[in-house]
């Protein structure tokens, strides 16, 4: 029975995250509107950015929570919690090197290592944010 409750405990975090993903990239798409003129106003420019800064983090937190409940290994970084789901069959390589990459996105934002690029923020938007959705739908599928 306890069991039973853990594996509903994860189930409803799983669930929760990947709702908090979708409702981050929602945003994103209500501000960019498919118009990458809308990066060139800033205040639609911030809220694109920040939502993709939470989406990211909303991916990394779900790695997280399956790395720990799986047990699947200690990560020494967020790349590394891809890395042990990628490890352990729970995402192909290719979703992990590009969930990978939006963490050294997110790492830029976040810790303003350089400015940001308006052409990566772009492809990110058009690209990238599927990525964030195919790996919340493919974690949910494996619980």
Same mark, same amino acid.
């Given at each position: 029975? !306890?069991?039973?409750?853990?594996? &509903?405990?994860?189930?409803?975090?799983?669930?929760?995250?990947?709702?908090?993903?979708?409702?981050?990239?929602?945003?994103?798409?209500?501000?960019? &509107?498919?118009?990458?003129?809308?990066?060139?106003?800033?205040?639609?420019?911030? %809220? #694109? #950015?920040?939502? !993709?800064?939470?989406?990211?983090?909303?991916?990394? &937190?779900?790695?997280?929570?399956? !790395?720990?409940?799986?047990?699947?290994? #200690?990560?020494?970084? %967020?790349?590394? &919690?891809?890395?042990?789901?990628?490890?352990?069959?729970?995402?192909?390589?290719?979703?992990?090197?590009?969930?990978?990459?939006?963490?050294?996105?997110?790492?830029?934002?976040?810790?303003?290592?350089?400015?940001?690029?308006?052409?990566?923020?772009?492809?990110?938007?058009?690209?990238?944010?599927?990525?964030?959705?195919?790996? %919340?739908? !493919?974690?949910?599928? %494996?619980?």
């Amino acid at each position: 029975m !306890v069991q039973s409750k853990n594996i &509903d405990k994860i189930k409803e975090r799983g669930y929760n995250k990947a709702s908090i993903i979708e409702r981050y990239i929602k945003r994103i798409n209500e501000e960019y &509107d498919g118009n990458p003129e809308n990066l060139r106003n800033y205040t639609k420019q911030d %809220s #694109i #950015i920040l939502n !993709v800064q939470r989406a990211c983090e909303a991916c990394i &937190d779900l790695a997280m929570n399956i !790395v720990a409940e799986k047990s699947l290994g #200690i990560p020494q970084n %967020s790349r590394d &919690d891809f890395e042990l789901l990628y490890a352990n069959g729970y995402i192909e390589k290719e979703l992990n090197e590009k969930l990978k990459a939006t963490v050294g996105f997110r790492n830029i934002v976040l810790h303003d290592y350089q400015a940001v690029n308006l052409k990566i923020v772009k492809k990110i938007i058009e690209v990238h944010l599927e990525d964030m959705k195919e790996f %919340s739908r !493919v974690i949910l599928q %494996s619980m």
